[in-house]
T-cell receptor, first 116, second 113 residues
Framework: EAQVTQNPRYLITVTGKKLTVTCSQN?????MSWYRQDPGLGLRQIYYSMNVEVTDKGDVPEGYKVSRKEKRNFPLILESPSPNQTSLYFCASSSEHRAKSTGELFFGEGSRLTVL | AQSVTQPDIHITVSEGASLELRCNYSYGATPYLFWYVQSPGQGLQLLLK??????LVQGIKGFEAEFKRSQSSFNLRKPSVHWSDAAEYFC???????????FGTGTRLKVLA
């Protein structure tokens, strides 16, 4: 089954404790992206990657890092989480051809992060 | 700057009633336009999209949307709402030739039995 898998789905952590949210897709997609969803703000793009070793900042990259060492994986790293990073995070992917021809994104089920 | 506005935060309709969710965008050229739906606890799923051509597009689950260039709008409609349509709906814009998606703030739909 074609899917985007995020882990963990739920996490409560404390300020300053490094954490990683993993994202993996099994569709051989070139494009992957991270979003955060906050009430009243919709989805905002954090980082995106157009292929292995190619990443770029979205609208709200501060406090986050990403890496794309393999095509299928695109982890989101919070080096020193703060309470304002409490949010619902979504990973999404798309084939380059599909993104340009149809624009359709395939989303994971989300990771709810709480930073105390 | 590109932007997407969904003026209605919450909408409540009775089952069987018609539905229209509003979306206005700001973009220099004709953008690629999308509607996504998010069911509780789920990721987003594409309902429909507009790139060019016929301004009335059909999507899944009986939804349709109409692109009106003069009004910079892309409103989502459904003739008869089902209880299972209760969800949050997002309008999105993709700047052509890029991977830059901009989402609206969402409209949460409640359906009364």
């Amino acid at each position: 089954e074609a899917q985007v898998t995020q882990n963990p789905r739920y996490l409560i952590t404390v300020t300053g404790k490094k954490l990683t949210v993993t994202c993996s897709q099994n569709m051989n997609h070139e494009y992957m992206s991270w979003y955060r969803q906050d009430p009243g703000l919709g989805l905002r793009q954090i980082y995106y990657s157009m292929n292995v070793e190619v990443t770029d900042k979205g609208d709200v990259p501060e406090g986050y890092k990403v890496s794309r060492k393999e095509k299928r994986n695109f982890p989101l790293i919070l080096e020193s989480p703060s309470p304002n990073q409490t949010s619902l995070y979504f990973c999404a992917s798309s084939s380059e051809h599909r993104a340009k021809s149809t624009g359709e994104l395939f989303f994971g089920e989300g990771s709810r992060l709480t930073v105390l | 700057a590109q932007s997407v506005t969904q003026p209605d935060i919450h909408i409540t309709v009775s089952e069987g009633a018609s539905l229209e969710l509003r979306c206005n965008y700001s973009y220099g050229a004709t953008p690629y336009l999308f509607w996504y739906v998010q069911s509780p606890g789920q990721g987003l799923q594409l309902l429909l999209k507009y790139f060019s051509g016929d301004t009335l597009v059909q999507g899944i689950k009986g939804f349709e949307a109409e692109f009106k260039r003069s009004q910079s709008s892309f409103n989502l409609r459904k003739p008869s709402v089902h209880w299972s349509d209760a969800a949050e709906y997002f309008c999105a814009v993709l700047a052509s030739g890029t991977y830059k998606y901009i989402f609206g703030t969402g409209t949460r739909l409640k359906v009364l039995a």
